[in-house]
């Protein structure tokens, strides 16, 4: 099962969201395999890689390979296994940002991804996308790619900004070149406790996409220690679990499986 974590507005927890929902899927016992598909690597950086910017191999040199037809290394080349969080990650650093201008002359230039993923992807149950903040050729890759997409919202008035343009280009894809793929739903993070405005950022989503889109009844609240975690390479469960937005994050993993129907069942 492919799922992408993506909103084209930056800060609203994507990264976060993708790691620490691959790691409590590695938590219960599912094969995972995490795919840094950002150029700023924050994934890649969260979950422990060091020295991203010199590493021999990440998503961006296999993605060009099968760009220019070439052989793909050995898997154990390019995919990390992460031995404290029990998962697997193709890393990514700031060499993918070339990745848009190398796709503009690819052969089937929306499909590059979905052919990698299909190289690899029976030894995974769940295969986690962490998409970049962005509209184009290279998010579309994901769109294809994936079976379901995760939206992650932050709790603030303008929630909905720039969400409609998003649900019109997976709708888009979904028409045109991935029949199969489904918004699981919208993920509201950061909020802070303020119930009033949590509420108003329901009502609003709800009045604009709710009738089209679940939306996640697990709310993620905002705390220092998320920040904490990712600065010691950890993800927020495996720092401390017992944080309210580690709770929140089990929950919302435990409410996504049940949506999609856990691989195992």
Do not use: W
């Amino acid at each position: 099962m492919v799922i992408s974590v993506m909103n084209k507005k930056g800060g609203v927890g994507k990264t976060t969201t993708s790691t620490t929902l691959a790691s409590i899927l590695a938590g219960k016992g599912r094969k995972v395999l995490l795919i840094d598909y950002d150029g700023q690597g924050n994934a890649t950086d969260i979950m422990g890689v060091e020295d991203k910017e010199h590493l021999s191999l990440t998503i961006n040199d296999v993605l060009n390979k099968i760009i220019l037809e070439e052989e793909l290394p050995k898997k154990e080349e390019y995919i990390i296994h992460l031995e404290k969080q029990g998962l697997d990650i193709i890393p990514a650093n700031n060499e993918l940002y070339a990745l848009q201008n190398n796709l503009v002359n690819a052969d089937y230039r929306e499909m590059i991804l979905k052919q990698l993923i299909e190289e690899i992807k029976e030894e995974y149950e769940y295969v986690i996308i962490d998409c970049l903040p962005t509209l184009g050729t290279v998010l579309k890759n994901a769109m294809v790619a994936s079976d379901y997409i995760v939206l992650p919202v932050e709790a603030e008035v303008m929630a909905v900004d720039g969400l409609t343009e998003m649900i019109k280009h997976i709708n888009s894809i979904k028409k045109k070149g991935n029949p199969a793929l489904t918004i699981a739903g919208i993920l509201i993070t950061k909020a802070n406790g303020r119930t009033n405005l949590e509420k108003a950022v329901i009502e609003e989503l709800k009045e604009n996409v709710g009738m089209e889109i679940n939306i996640f009844n697990t709310q993620i609240p905002i705390t220092v220690k998320v920040k904490e975690a990712q600065s010691m390479g950890e993800t927020i469960n495996v720092y401390d679990k017992f944080s309210p937005a580690s709770v929140a994050y089990t929950k919302f993993t435990e409410e996504l499986m049940k949506y999609v129907g856990d691989v195992r069942g």
